[in-house]
């Protein structure tokens, strides 16, 4: 932990992305705990849930299915469905979450936000800090939003009326860019979006970005083309 404090001092830019991030995390909760609320379930379930499973998309669709009348049963098979992408990043941040006690909990804080703040820093040292405090303070910072919400009820039900809604995806496009470099990972970029934009109008949210997932399948498929280095030996 100290290790992750002395870093976090040091890059004082990354303290600052993982702070913003937090609050429009926090206002995003609040949204989720007041709809939640409004739309039926008693307080103590939209912060059970958000300490439990701890995912926004699954959250909401969970709430949006049983609100609409669906099977509960269903709603956790279409939650975990959404969440299916996790196990993707298990594979990426395997190194940083560590072993024993501390896989649990970094699994459990594992969401799209703090792996992309991870593999964005060029060394695990960094890359360790970023995940677990980004991990930690998103965790936090949601829970709290949601306990506001829900007692409060609706008081910002929409979190597109201040913009929110675009805060996690420009974000997370900023942290990814630097990545697109490299010719496999941009195709697989560039397959996921189009997957996910030509499925989007026709499947419920979260299901398109778990299908573009087979983007990384197509480019790992990809035949591999020697380096220019490798040409010039």
């Known amino acids: 932990m100290r290790s992750i404090y002395r870093t976090l001092r040091a890059d004082r830019a990354l303290t600052r992305d993982i702070a913003l991030v937090c609050?429009?995390?926090?206002v995003v909760g609040?949204?989720?705990?007041?709809i939640a609320v409004s739309e039926g379930l008693p307080v103590w379930a939209p912060m059970l849930l958000s300490v439990v499973v701890f995912a926004g998309a699954a959250q909401f669709m969970f709430v949006g299915l049983v609100a609409s009348g669906g099977n509960p049963v269903a709603a956790v098979l279409a939650g975990l469905l959404v969440n299916v992408r996790h196990v993707?990043?298990?594979f990426t941040v395997g190194d940083v979450v560590g072993r024993g006690w501390r896989r649990v909990v970094g699994s459990h804080v594992m969401v799209d936000e703090t792996v992309a703040f991870a593999l964005a820093q060029p060394d695990a040292t960094r890359r360790r800090a970023a995940y677990w405090a980004c991990g930690v303070a998103l965790f936090t910072c949601w829970n709290?939003?949601?306990?506001?919400?829900a007692s409060a009820g609706s008081a910002v039900s929409?979190?597109?009326?201040?913009?929110?809604?675009?805060a996690f995806p420009a974000v997370l496009l900023a942290l990814v860019l630097p990545a697109l470099r490299d010719r496999t990972t941009a195709l697989a970029c560039v397959v996921g979006v189009a997957i996910a934009l030509a499925t989007a109008p026709f499947l419920q949210a979260g299901?398109?970005?778990l299908l573009a997932l087979a983007g990384v399948v197509v480019a790992l498929a990809r035949p591999a083309h020697p380096s220019s280095e490798e040409v010039a030996a």
């Open 23 to 26: 609050v429009a995390d926090a």
């Open 88 to 90: 993707v990043f298990g």
């Open 30 to 34: 609040l949204s989720f705990g007041a």
């Open 207 to 209: 299901l398109p970005v």
């Open 144 to 149: 709290i939003g949601v306990v506001v919400g």
């Open 158 to 166: 929409d979190p597109a009326a201040l913009g929110l809604d675009a």
